[in-house]
């Protein structure tokens, strides 16, 4: 049972509607046209007012073409008038379209376009410890990575070559996260047999945290790892925590220098303890972390890897999803994938790693949770298992957080400890 609320924090999903709660002000920023392209539902149309609706001929209307066949190319003098997309600088309301911007194969060209599908994310390079230093794997500004300084020019050259070839199974922001296939994985809230669904209500929390639970619903709800619910029978409250950053002294009322964590922020939780109290308990073990100290000692490189929001990489059974139900200022609004908090995610995201990296763990990397430590006693070694290591996380579709993970390091901190080499 978890005894206390446990931060939570946020793949992308498509919205399996059209029509959802929306906690901003302004109807405008929340890009639901481009959800209903999507999923294929109808259009929400940007219009200079929030209660305007343009009213537009239903072949004016953008649809996703059929990207399974394969279309010859218009011999016709006139050809028909293609109902795809229309063009930028054309009138909404011409019947003419600019054939440039169609593409007589299929391939959807204006749309990556207009959703920048292929420009690579900015981000922000923050300053790293002597004994590293940032690489990029397009240009030489986009798409960084966190390599060892001190290797030579042909290793670097080699590591690059290898990680670009991977560069699905590294994640730069949340929309990259794909999530495990369902029918590889799932996670499951088994019920005991003697219990009562609970409903809670929403916890009074300081006006000023508002807003920190508005961006975090906010940011869920555009990268489709929530939904909202009405109909819940399990509902959860919203706990805000503080986050504790260096240590400082301030003075108590008698002038006595007290020490004193300094407040950073605040982290968005969910109490699921009365959900816990009900779940049937997964006793899937963990390894022991002295066991794999052992192991990963006394090699000459390292790859110390983390999972990109691990947990949310792992899908919730569909007849579960309600079970996640949390209650805030904005609504009330269920997972899609595991969040934090829950008493078994722990058993099911070792399970599912063990799973997929089950030929290599003990042996060429070690694997507690979402931290992966791939090791060998050599340059060429080391990488040929870190190319393995990448290509298991392309086929299962789990992703790599860029910034935390370090490429060809010589030592590291590993669950706390840190890991000398030849120790």
Not at 155 to 162: C, Q, W
């Amino acid at each position: 049972m978890c005894s206390n609320p446990v931060s939570l924090t946020s793949g992308t999903l498509p919205l399996v509607t059209n029509r959802y709660y929306n906690p901003k002000e302004d109807l405008q920023v929340l890009p639901l046209e481009v959800v209903g392209l999507l999923n294929k539902g109808p259009m929400i149309p940007i219009t200079s007012s929030p209660n305007e609706v343009s009213r537009e001929p239903e072949a004016q209307r953008l649809r996703m073409p059929p990207t399974n066949k394969r279309k010859a190319p218009q011999t016709s003098k006139n050809p028909p008038k293609p109902t795809l997309f229309l063009a930028i600088e054309d009138d909404p309301t011409s019947p003419e379209v600019n054939p440039t911007y169609y593409d007589p194969d299929g391939d959807i060209l204006l749309f990556e376009a207009i959703l920048n599908i292929n420009e690579p994310p900015e981000v922000e390079l923050k300053d790293l410890p002597p004994h590293l230093e940032y690489a990029f794997l397009e240009g030489n500004d986009k798409l960084p990575v966190i390599i060892a300084k001190d290797l030579k020019n042909e290793e670097k050259a080699a590591l690059i070559e290898v990680l670009k070839s991977h560069k699905r199974a590294i994640a730069w922001k949340l929309s990259d996260i794909k999530g495990i296939d369902p029918e590889f994985c799932t996670h499951k809230i088994l019920m005991e047999e003697d219990y009562e669904p609970t409903v809670q209500h929403q916890r009074r929390v300081n006006p000023k945290i508002h807003d920190v639970i508005k961006k975090e619903v906010e940011k869920l709800l555009d990268a489709g790892l929530i939904y909202p619910i009405s109909d819940s029978p399990w509902v959860s409250p919203v706990h805000c925590v503080p986050k504790k950053g260096g240590m400082t002294v301030v003075k108590n009322d008698e002038n006595d220098l007290i020490p004193t964590r300094l407040v950073t922020g605040w982290r968005v939780c969910i109490d699921y303890r009365k959900l816990n109290e009900a779940t049937r308990k997964d006793h899937f073990p963990l390894p022991f972390m002295d066991q794999m100290l052992e192991r990963l000692a006394g090699n000459q490189f390292y790859c110390f890897l983390d999972g990109f929001s691990g947990y949310f990489q792992i899908p919730i059974d569909p007849k579960d999803q309600e079970k996640t139900t949390f209650t805030c200022p904005y609504g009330t609004f269920a997972y899609r994938r595991m969040p934090f908090g829950l008493c078994n995610a722990p058993g099911t995201f070792q399970r599912c790693m063990m799973a997929i990296f089950h030929d290599m763990i003990e042996k060429t990397m070690e694997v507690f949770m979402d931290d992966f430590s791939v090791f060998g006693d050599s340059f060429s070694t080391c990488l040929s298992h870190l190319d393995k290591m990448l290509k298991w996380c392309e086929d299962t579709n789990l992703v790599l957080n860029w910034e935390k993970s370090h490429f060809m390091v010589k030592e590291g901190i590993v669950l706390g400890p840190q890991n000398p080499p030849n120790q």
